[in-house]
């Protein structure tokens, strides 16, 4: 599902990004705060906001996601490179096994294809996130 972007500003920081999908978060229902969301930003090539899409709704502690629904809009649009970003209705930041497994799968994905994921993001509770390229993850 593709969510409408008003300002398509350019991404500098990590925390642009997050801002941006905690603001979607809190736009959602309190019963879909409680699942894990899997969002796609696709850039262009000077780092503006191109799309931003919802590729999974999960159940309450896991969003089952494939490199395939990943970069399907992104190869549509035509995008540069794509940012990542999921939640943890925990409220907890710190990445599972599994969301690194994911990231380095989708990073394999995109190198293939050449469309670069620049970042994942995870977004907690009150404000807090953690960007893998701010953990060197």
Same mark, same amino acid.
């Given at each position: 599902?593709?969510?409408?972007?008003? /300002?398509?500003?350019? %991404?500098? !920081? +990590?925390?642009?990004?997050?801002?941006?999908?905690?603001? %979607?978060? /809190? *736009?959602? *229902?309190?019963?879909?705060? =409680?699942?894990?969301?899997?969002?796609?930003?696709?850039?262009?090539?000077?780092?503006?906001?191109?799309?931003?899409?919802?590729?999974?709704?999960? %159940? #309450?502690?896991?969003?089952?996601?494939?490199?395939?629904?990943?970069?399907?809009?992104?190869?549509?649009?035509?995008? !540069? @490179?794509?940012?990542? @970003?999921?939640?943890?209705?925990?409220?907890?930041?710190? +990445?599972?096994?599994?969301?690194?497994?994911?990231?380095?799968?989708?990073? =394999?994905?995109? /190198?293939?294809?050449?469309?670069?994921?620049?970042?994942?993001?995870?977004?907690? =509770?009150?404000?807090?996130?953690?960007?893998?390229?701010?953990? /060197? #993850?």
């Amino acid at each position: 599902m593709e969510i409408k972007v008003k /300002n398509k500003e350019r %991404i500098t !920081d +990590p925390s642009q990004v997050a801002k941006v999908f905690l603001s %979607i978060l /809190n *736009s959602e *229902s309190e019963i879909d705060r =409680e699942k894990e969301h899997f969002w796609v930003m696709g850039l262009d090539s000077t780092k503006r906001i191109k799309y931003i899409e919802l590729v999974t709704l999960g %159940i #309450l502690n896991e969003s089952l996601v494939h490199p395939r629904e990943v970069f399907r809009f992104a190869i549509l649009k035509g995008v !540069d @490179c794509i940012i990542i @970003c999921h939640n943890h209705p925990s409220g907890e930041v710190e +990445p599972s096994s599994q969301d690194i497994k994911i990231t380095e799968k989708l990073r =394999e994905a995109g /190198n293939i294809i050449g469309i670069e994921v620049i970042d994942h993001l995870i977004i907690g =509770e009150n404000g807090r996130y953690l960007s893998f390229v701010e953990k /060197n #993850l």
